[in-house]
């Protein structure tokens, strides 16, 4: 896979979890504490990696590719965490 695929895919997948994030915000007024303690965990770990993301959109061009598949963790965890959230709502 090269890297331009790759930033690609994880652009992807950052817009995916935006969409999610903004849906599940929406409905999480209505959530039970354990959810919006959840919550909470999940905006800190998005704020990571946002802040990530913009590190890697600077740095394009050079070797950031560990810090891409770091964050490339980071966000399928975050992927995880909206579906168990949305699981509950």
């Not at 704020?47 to 740095?59: G, K, L, S, Y």
Request: aromatic residues 4%; glycine residues 6%; positive net charge.
């Amino acid at each position: 896979m090269t890297s331009e695929n790759s930033g690609a895919d994880l652009h992807g997948l950052v817009d995916e979890l935006r969409t999610q994030r903004d849906q599940l915000r929406v409905r999480l007024h209505l959530a039970k504490a354990e959810v919006k303690d959840e919550w909470a965990r999940l905006e800190h770990k998005w704020a990571h990696v946002q802040a990530n993301m913009d590190a890697i959109e600077r740095e394009a061009g050079k070797a950031a590719e560990g810090v891409a598949t770091a964050l490339r963790l980071a966000a399928e965890e975050l992927r995880t965490g909206y579906r168990r959230i949305r699981q509950r709502l």
